[in-house]
């Protein structure tokens, strides 16, 4: 299972830098990540429409807190703070 050993994110350039154990790092989009948020809200939400960025409005990253070993909540600038991130969700996430 992959686990981080750093994760930073930048305000300024709005990304989130993930360092794993196998020695990559990834960098994520914050807006990418709003729009690929996994809890139960934004599911269904894009069921019901294609238009992820229509629903789900460029937003940053404000917060990233740890939950247990396995995920991150990360809280959004648009108040969202619901996503709870699993790493093995995180390390799938490719940059579109
Ligand atoms: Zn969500």
């Given at each position: 299972?992959?686990?981080?050993q750093?994760?930073?994110s930048?305000?300024?350039?709005?990304?989130?830098?993930?360092?794993w154990?196998?020695?990559?790092?990834?960098?994520?989009?914050g807006?990418?990540?709003?729009?690929q948020?996994?809890?139960?809200?934004?599911k269904?939400?894009?069921?019901?429409?294609?238009?992820?960025?229509?629903?789900?409005?460029?937003?940053?990253?404000?917060d990233?807190?740890?939950?247990?070993?396995y995920?991150?909540?990360?809280?959004?600038?648009?108040?969202?703070e619901?996503?709870?991130?699993?790493?093995v969700?995180?390390?799938?996430?490719?940059?579109?």
């Open positions: 299972m992959p686990y981080p750093a994760l930073r930048d305000a300024r350039t709005a990304l989130l830098e993930i360092v154990d196998d020695g990559t790092t990834q960098q994520l989009d807006a990418l990540l709003r729009r948020c996994p809890c139960a809200d934004c269904s939400m894009r069921q019901r429409s294609s238009d992820a960025l229509a629903i789900h409005p460029p937003a940053s990253i404000t990233i807190r740890l939950v247990g070993a995920a991150a909540q990360i809280i959004f600038s648009d108040g969202h619901r996503g709870i991130f699993p790493w969700y995180l390390k799938e996430l490719d940059q579109e």
